[in-house]
Nanobody, 124 residues
């Protein structure tokens, strides 16, 4: 069983930056895929970014390419989502998720483990 805990959300002005963290525990990171999703009010949960824990494969939604960067710190068992040039449209609850395997899936139902979510609000 994997436990995920997000942190780092908050209120920021448009153009600003935030870094989200996702601390995981419960098993080895071997064969683990980390994903970040977000859900705005009245909208479906959408894929933001994902990576194999090995770091050799990453994926981004078109809406965040060039602005967001996913990474991880093996020593701290923590994944990160660096968000730059934030826009009001990025406002949402952000979730980290994990799945076993090698495919960086972009569908929420392909992930088995979820964090509690952290609110990101970008003001104009």
């Amino acid at each position: 069983q994997i436990q995920l805990v997000e942190s780092g959300g908050g209120l920021v002005q448009a153009g600003g930056s935030l870094r989200l963290s996702c601390a995981y525990s419960g098993r080895s990171s071997t064969g683990l895929v980390l994903g970040w999703f977000r859900q705005a009010p009245g909208k479906e949960r959408e894929f933001v970014s994902g990576m194999r824990w090995t770091g050799d494969i990453t994926s981004y939604a078109d809406s965040v390419k060039g602005r967001f960067a996913i990474s991880r710190d093996n020593a701290k068992n923590t994944g990160f989502l660096q968000m730059n040039s934030l826009e009001p449209e990025d406002t949402a609850v952000y979730y980290c998720a994990a799945r076993s395997g090698t495919i960086v899936a972009i569908k929420a139902h392909d992930y088995d483990y979820w964090g509690q979510g952290t609110q990101v609000t970008v003001s104009s």
